[in-house]
């Protein structure tokens, strides 16, 4: 289908490091040259929309350039949450449409089944979904048995995504056409951990049967958190902006953000080594 790259964050289970994800994907997208717009879908807490709020803000006061995202406009979010299905279909449609001349839509939906997350996820041509090394975030993908830990079925989120695979064949008119769905291990501890082990197991297991590629997400670090009230990520940090002491973690995360960027398969990765 023409028009902009649509790219979902979703995962029906909350906590799991959905709006960090979608955060550094947009800036990583916006490094490499390409115009991204966002839809933050979370409408009452909108993690997304303040961070390129902040950024804006904090880009005017320090009269310092970073290439900003396009942010659609969902109205009053606690309004909108509220709103009948009609309603928020009509704002979402509105956001596409407003977005129709990006090259790329980062659209981040809250945790829980709702009528707009579904109807993102119908329009994707990728779903990135973050998983904690957890049987509790793995459950919502796929069920094992108690006793043997063996992988019994897909769960909710995998058959979510199904539905949406079968929609957009359906509306692309031909039976090929699917939806890249990558799923990232996120917020690792540094140590290694037996349970990590066992869920990367079922893990691979799951992907052969449902369809999904697994990479590497994004460590517990607190520079993701400490750059938040900027509107910043690694990404950003220069000469021009450091708004806090550069260490060889930051480093670090920025290899992280390079990685991530690979496993999507997004131009732009390589712009993320340049020294900051």
């Known amino acids: 289908m023409a028009g902009p790259h649509i ?17 550094h994907i947009a800036v990583g997208l916006l490094h490499a040259g390409k115009s991204v717009g966002i839809i933050d879908l979370d409408l009452r807490q909108r993690t997304l929309a303040t961070f ?3 950024r804006e803000r904090w880009l005017e006061a320090n009269r310092a350039e970073a290439p900003m995202a396009k942010v659609a406009e969902m109205g009053d979010g606690k309004i909108m949450a509220r709103a009948d299905a009609d309603t928020q279909m009509a704002a979402f449609q509105a956001a596409l449409a407003s977005l129709a001349d990006c090259d790329a839509i980062l659209i981040d939906t809250p945790g829980g089944d709702t009528t707009l997350s579904r109807a993102a996820h119908d329009r994707a041509a990728q779903i990135v979904t973050p998983m904690n090394d957890s049987f509790v975030d793995f459950d919502l993908l796929g069920h094992v048995d108690p006793v043997t830990l063996e992988l019994l079925k897909p769960s909710i989120y995998s058959e ?14 031909r039976a090929g056409a699917t939806i890249d769905w990558i799923v990232l291990t996120n917020r690792l501890a540094v140590a290694e951990a037996r349970n990590r082990r066992r869920v990367d197991e079922k893990m691979t297991k799951l992907a052969k049967r449902v369809g999904f590629r697994v990479g590497p997400g994004l460590r517990d670090r607190v520079i993701y958190r400490e750059l938040f009230p900027f509107g910043l990520t690694v990404a950003d940090i220069s000469a021009e902006i450091r708004p806090v002491s550069v260490s060889i ?28």
């Open 7 to 23: 790219i979902v964050v979703g995962n029906e289970k909350g906590g799991a490091g959905k709006s960090t994800l979608a955060i």
């Open 52 to 54: 390129f709020a902040n």
């Open 249 to 276: 973690a930051h480093v670090a995360a920025r290899q992280e953000m390079r990685s991530l960027m690979q496993a999507l398969g997004l131009e732009g990765a390589d712009r993320l080594d340049e020294a900051a």
């Open 160 to 173: 979510t995504v199904w539905e949406a695979r079968k929609n957009r064949a359906l509306a692309e008119g």
